[in-house]
């Protein structure tokens, strides 16, 4: 995985406000895990590595040593950016759900406005106005958003979504993703920007 030295933050422009202050956090996240595994890798003492808790290391080889280190560094960063795809789509569901009531608002408006409510059309036409609390997951966001967004940003999200639920249950079903966490924002910001 990665190493300190070759850390650099992607000069990634991400416009909404609370997906940069997620992708920020984990870029703290990350740095703080790997400035622990060099510290952890240089300290022939084990004492850094031992006041972390780590009970890692067995025979205290220096080959053997640092293997086990790096392996166990790799792990903990891969849980760690599983944890963001988590934050970072549960940031986006609460972007997006934020702005359902709006919507939802706007459109019985617009029907009110151009629509005499005892007409055939005014009759009929609120009953099919969804509500706010018809809303309520990423599969309802994705058929909301099936046709309202390019298709390659239709397509990322599909794969967003099932990648999410894997991680949510364990892994257990679906399929490793090729996405990266700066995959991950771009897409989701780019749809945050085309539906407002």
Do not use: W
Not at 1 to 19: G, H, S, V
Not at 35 to 63: H, P
Not at 103 to 128: M, Q, S
């Amino acid at each position: 995985m990665d190493r300190l030295a070759d850390y650099q933050k992607k000069n990634l422009e991400i416009f909404n406000e609370d997906l940069s202050d997620c992708y920020n956090n984990y870029l703290i996240m990350l740095k703080i895990c790997l400035m622990a595994k060099d510290r952890a890798v240089s300290d022939k003492s084990n004492k850094y590595i031992f006041s972390l808790g780590g009970k890692l290391l067995g025979n205290k080889t220096t080959t053997n040593r640092a293997k086990k280190i790096e392996i166990f560094f790799d792990s903990l960063q891969q849980d760690l950016i599983d944890s963001y795809f988590i934050n970072i789509v549960a940031t986006f569901e609460k972007i997006i759900f934020s702005k359902i009531p709006t919507a939802v608002g706007d459109t019985r408006k617009i029907v009110k406005d151009n629509y005499d409510e005892n007409g055939p059309f005014g009759l009929v036409i609120g009953r099919f106005i969804k509500a706010t609390n018809d809303f309520n997951n990423l599969s309802n966001i994705k058929e909301l958003l099936r046709g309202k967004i390019p298709s390659d940003l239709f397509d990322g999200f599909d794969e967003i979504v099932n990648y999410r639920n894997r991680i949510a249950h364990g892994k257990r079903f679906g399929e490793e993703t090729t996405l990266n966490l700066e995959d991950l924002i771009y897409n989701l910001d780019n749809i945050i920007q085309s539906v407002t």
